[in-house]
């Protein structure tokens, strides 16, 4: 099954083989399809103005962009906001407020991770983002963060897109390619926050420990190999699909599989592995945006009023 998920995911961003770009043409009448769909939904929905400054972060294309290490690092030190979610593969379906203690089944590992590392945010999950919204403001909220909602046409909001600097080498909209939206759409964000330019990303490895097993379950995985260390402390890789839920039992396969002293995961990881009682290494993300992107967002915020 893990095969199939990364072919797939190889033919959405980074197709090489002969059989996925041809794919990609054969469906290029699907994605026209979708694509006047997308647009047609885009132009004819009407925002909703919630008389509250709403923040976006999203991205044009599917997984893996980097959202949820940049809204931490932007509301790290920020009081007052809520962030909401969707909660995606979360076992519950109704609105949700996520603590740090909250089952990671119930709110999803994002949710989680939210609620862990910003303990003076309201972390909300909820498919009906406008009731999340009603709620938020109801518990008396100054700002919301929103975790990918661009796509979320009929809400009032500052969109903020980030852009890998690697981008996807196939251009096409679902189900041709990994986007969403057109990429012309980058154009109407009120920001476009590009990687290595206006954000940077630093590593750092906690408990690193002689024979470390990569285990991890985010999309394009790959792109964790420019952080691993060169000395050969990396024994092993072992994937799965995005928001995975682990289990004890398939971690310990891991570790006697390999004769592993640790198992290297992210932090987005480790929300759902640190009550297994195993030796965890952990890659700590931290993201460091420019001060001028921090700036316009303050601006927006602490101006809302005069211009609501």
Known sequence: MNTIFF?????LFYPKKLS????SYILLPCTALYCTVVIFKRIFSKPQDFALPIVSIGNLNIGG????????????DRENVAIILRGYKRESRDLLEVHDNTPVMLCGDEALLYA???PKCLVIVSKDRAKAIKYA???????????????????KKFDILLKPSNEPTNPFCLPSGAYREPKSLYKIADIVAVED??????????????KMVLVTAIAKPDRLDKYLPKDGTII???????????TKKELQKIVQKYSASSLLVT??????MENFNLNLSVMELEIKIDRKIVQKIDNFIDNFANVG
Do not use: C, M
Not at 201 to 206: A, D, G, T, Y
């Open 116 to 118: 862990k590392s910003l």
């Open 7 to 11: 072919w797939v995911e190889e033919y």
């Open 20 to 23: 996925q770009k041809i794919l």
């Open 197 to 210: 330019r206006d954000f940077k990303r630093e590593v750092s490895i906690k408990n690193p420990t002689s």
């Open 65 to 76: 962009n980097g959202k949820t290490p940049f809204t931490l690092a932007l509301l790290k």
């Open 236 to 246: 092993a890789k072992e994937y799965f699909k995005d928001h995975h839920l682990f």
């Open 267 to 272: 932090t987005k990881d480790k929300v759902k």
């Open 137 to 155: 403001k109801k518990k008396g909220v100054k700002a919301i963060f929103l975790d990918d909602a661009f796509h979320k046409h009929n809400i």
